[in-house]
């Protein structure tokens, strides 16, 4: 215990026999009869309390029970009432409830008037007199339960009613009143609560008794209100009091009374005051006792009081020999003695201080063994004293084999004398250092590291030196990734102005190529070379676009295609990136192998395979990578190996290469992003892992086999599915002429805008033509009502294609418009189309244009 005070030994010591003296004799005597009296008459009083709970509690119960009976029947009886001719089931249900709960003297069944319909009673009972102005009745009818005081019935005896209404369709048609026997009620609920020595009374509102109890004098149904305790419950209030009074018997008793609440009874028990009394007395007489034996005590309470004195030395000893072991959990409690409790609170501070400190420096322990970067400590001289895990783990070296060495252990030789001279000239004036450099690892590979050096002092001094080495390999692969990135998107943005420019000229060629068919007619010869030069210029445009597919982040579009009729168009632009002294061989199935995918993904997966293929065989004598499109069964152990797959064929890609292979080692990295084998400049690392990702989104799977020095195979499986759901994108078109309707033109490339201006004329139609968006703009306010369509280019100096169709638009919503484009419509068109609009890439196939000009004109027409 501790004291503000603090006291000399002496003092405590005579203090301590004055009061083992006195204080018994006192102090105890008339304490411990106060505190006898007052936990006896409490204990007492908390029990009937407790019992009163309980009682209340099951009371409550027991009512809800009963209701919960009659609401149950009153379901059912409403719904035989309603559908009529039911007289024996509803009479049926009624008796059920008399038969179910004994303690029910009567059941009946009341109609809207206050009339019993049906009724069921326990041998001499009767209903009770119920009138439409009855609360037993009146109450209910307003879709409400009642419950009533009990009392005297009309059948003589000491019953409550419970009324419940019958509803149907949400109103009210009936009432269900039982009258329950009180004496059997107050019989179940004792029954369910265990003996109590007191006697308990169970009174009404009005004061009466409605228990009948063999021990009493009273008879069920006295008024009991001349008593305070039944005059307190009938004003509202519990009685608590633990005061002496004339019980109902006459004896002097301690009472308890408690008002339950929803029923508005009350429950009284009463505690003859001599169950106390008498434990009082058996105290005082023990105390007396207790007294002469505290003075035959005295003696070896003085033995007590030296091992007290002794107890905060031994507790001080115990508490040194753990803190000597580290533990620094426990303190020396305080004494009640001066001189030994300032010894216990200065050896505490010291304790606490010790811990405090330790507890930092194991803090910045565990830190440096944590941290993600390598550390070194090393003394004046440069002698390494410690390195960190991070350390051991990015190098190789234990600390075990590089503590006591020098940081020339692991040079690398990249730095030249100069460099280090510095760095030491740098460090030993204080001022620290950073920078870059290449360390060596124990495997002799070597990497590039940030390090900063800074000294540590002691005063003045300088004693050591703290280095914190980063590995700068992965920052320096990202920043070599976002170089190569940067290239990709600048070779997109070049290809697609290539390709624009590109375009245009093919469209003036196969413009041209058009006419001269058209006049030279009747010269096969001549006809039969046009088309084989169209079929390569529409080739070369082909290939432009799938550069432009290629070269853009395009969103995923996934249509059914025949997968050998794409690998066959692919390989055209793939193959370009094969050198000649590389063998490429192509097998393909015959049959269509349609599968569910999107064009611009697969033309990336087999550019990536192709590439990494290509690489792999640099070095080989006689290189030679196969590409191989087959239809193979889905076996009961490819399922296996791959369990999310549920198709039972698939078509598969397999690029083979005769190259280097792969390592056990490398190849559970190679999907990995960033992950790559190749030199720097040579490879992103993000080839295999773009091929990961899009064989998921297809929902197929890739196999790899490998072996070095052998070569290696990719297996891409891809779901097969019905042929006959890939659409002919070679259909032949007939031309389809005009009929002198009127056409606007407009491009900004005057050749091309000449040419397609011929064109148009050969095919039967007049062209007013423009050489901008604002020409054209005016050109259509001038003929607004007799320009039948509008073919224009979309991209265009001042006003393009886009902003000339909204203007157009406003002038003539109806009006139909062709956009044509050198460009990737990916990235040229908007957001939101352009109603009754059409889009065309350069070079225009003319009689895929006829077809288009015929259908939006006659479509135009119908709409006129």
């Known amino acids: 215990m501790f004291f503000t005070k603090k006291i000399p030994l002496r003092a405590a010591w005579y203090g301590l026999i004055i009061l083992a003296s006195l ?158 026997n009180i004496d059997e009620f107050w019989q179940n609920i004792r029954s369910k609560v265990p003996e109590h020595d007191s006697k308990s009374y169970l009174v009404d509102g009005r004061g009466s008794l409605l228990t009948h109890l063999s021990e009493t ?49 009350g429950l009284i028990s009463e505690i003859p005051s001599s169950t106390i009394i008498s434990p009082i007395i058996s105290s005082l007489t023990a105390l007396t006792i207790i007294v002469v034996l505290l003075h035959v005590m005295f003696g070896l309470v003085s033995l007590m009081f030296t091992k007290r004195l002794l107890n905060p030395v031994s507790d001080l000893a115990r508490v040194v020999k753990l803190a000597i072991h580290g533990d620094y959990r426990h303190e020396v409690s305080p004494s009640s003695y001066r001189e030994i409790n300032d010894l216990s609170t200065s050896f505490n501070t010291m304790i606490r201080e010790i811990e405090s400190r330790e507890a930092s420096l194991r803090k910045l322990s565990l830190a440096i063994e944590h941290a993600g970067e390598s550390i070194i400590i090393t003394n004046r001289s440069g002698i390494i004293e410690y390195v960190n895990p991070s350390f051991s783990r990015t190098t190789g070296f234990s600390s075990e084999e590089i503590i006591g060495k020098s940081p020339r252990f692991f040079n690398s030789g990249m730095q030249s004398k100069t460099f280090h001279k510095q760095l030491w000239s740098s460090i030993l004036s204080g001022n620290g250092w950073e920078g870059k ?83 030279a007619a009747g010269n096969d010869l001549i006809i039969d070379r046009m088309k084989k030069l169209e079929l390569l210029a529409f080739s070369a445009a082909n290939m432009i676009s799938q550069l432009l597919a290629f070269s853009r982040q395009a969103p995923v579009q996934m249509n059914t295609i025949s997968l050998t009729s794409f690998i066959r168009e692919s390989l055209a632009l793939s193959s370009a990136s094969i050198s000649e002294d590389i063998e490429l061989t192509i097998v393909q199935a015959e049959e269509p192998l349609a599968v569910l995918g999107d064009p611009t993904q697969l033309q990336q997966i087999l550019m990536n395979l192709l590439i990494n293929a290509r690489d792999a065989v640099e070095h080989a004598e006689d290189p030679k990578i196969s590409v191989t499109v087959q239809s193979v069964p889905a076996s009961r152990k490819f399922l296996k190996r791959h369990n999310e797959l549920t198709s039972n064929s698939y078509a598969r890609i397999t690029v083979r290469d005769n190259g280097m292979g792969i390592s056990d080692e490398n190849m559970k990295n190679i999907f990995e992003p960033f992950f790559t084998t190749k030199n720097v400049g040579k490879g992103s690392g993000l080839g295999l892992s773009m091929v990961f990702g899009a064989m998921q989104t297809h929902g197929g799977v890739i196999e790899v086999e490998s072996k070095p020095g052998i070569g290696t195979a990719f297996h891409l499986y891809f779901p097969a599915r019905d042929a006959a759901e890939v659409s002919d994108t070679h259909q032949h078109v007939e031309e389809t002429d005009g009929h002198g309707e009127l056409i606007l033109l407009v ?34 306010k001038l003929h607004s009502t007799e320009i039948q369509l509008v073919l224009t280019d979309i991209v265009m100096p001042g006003i393009g ?55 939006l004109l006659s479509t135009d027409d119908r709409q006129k």
């Open 747 to 780: 491009d900004d490339e005057a050749q091309l805008l000449e040419t397609n201006k011929e064109v148009l004329k050969t095919l039967g139609y007049t062209v007013l033509e423009a050489s901008d968006g604002r020409e054209g703009i005016d050109i259509f």
């Open 217 to 265: 004098k009273h008879q069920q149904g006295d008024l009991l209100s001349d008593k305070k305790i039944v005059r307190s419950l009938l004003a509202g209030s519990d009685w608590h009091k633990p005061d002496v009074y004339e019980g109902f018997e006459g004896q002097d008793v301690f009472g308890i009374g408690t008002l339950i609440r929803g029923l508005h009874w």
């Open 437 to 519: 450099l290449t360390d060596r690892k124990k495997d002799g590979t070597l990497y590039p590291v940030l390090m900063n050096v800074a000294a540590i002092h002691a005063g003045d001094e300088i004693t050591h030196f703290v280095a914190i080495q980063q590995d700068m390999s992965k920052q320096n692969q990202l920043e070599e990734q976002l170089r190569q990135s940067q290239k990709m998107e600048s070779l997109g943005t070049l290809v697609g102005g290539i390709a624009h420019d590109f375009n245009n000229i093919l469209a003036g060629m196969t413009g041209n190529m058009y006419l001269i068919k058209k006049q």
């Open 23 to 180: 204080l018994p004799a006192l102090v105890l005597s008339p304490w411990l009869s106060q505190q006898a009296h007052g936990l006896l008459l409490d204990r007492a009083m908390l029990n009937e309390e407790l019992f009163h709970k309980e009682i209340e509690t099951h009371l409550s119960l027991e009512t809800e029970r009963l209701v919960s009976v009659l609401l149950n029947k009153s379901d059912p009886i409403s719904y035989f009432m309603e559908t009529g001719n039911q007289r024996g089931v509803i009479q049926a249900l009624i008796d059920k409830v008399n038969q179910r709960e004994a303690m029910i003297n009567t059941t009946a069944l009341y109609d809207q008037h206050a009339n019993i319909v049906f009724s069921s009673q326990q041998g001499e009972h009767t209903p009770p007199i119920i009138n439409e102005a009855s609360p037993a009745f009146s109450i209910p009818m307003f879709d409400r339960t009642f419950i009533g005081s009990p009392g005297l019935l009309s059948d003589k005896h000491f019953e409550f009613i419970i009324a419940v209404p019958i509803r149907a369709d949400g109103n009210v048609i009936g009432v269900l009143i039982s009258s329950v």
């Open 801 to 855: 294609g886009i902003a000339l169709a909204e203007e157009i638009r406003r002038i003539n919503a109806n009006v139909p418009i062709i956009f044509t484009t050198g460009y990737d419509k990916e990235q040229v068109l908007p957001k939101q189309s352009i109603e009754n609009a059409l889009v065309l890439s350069k070079p225009l196939d003319v009689q895929e244009l006829s077809k288009h000009l015929s259908k």
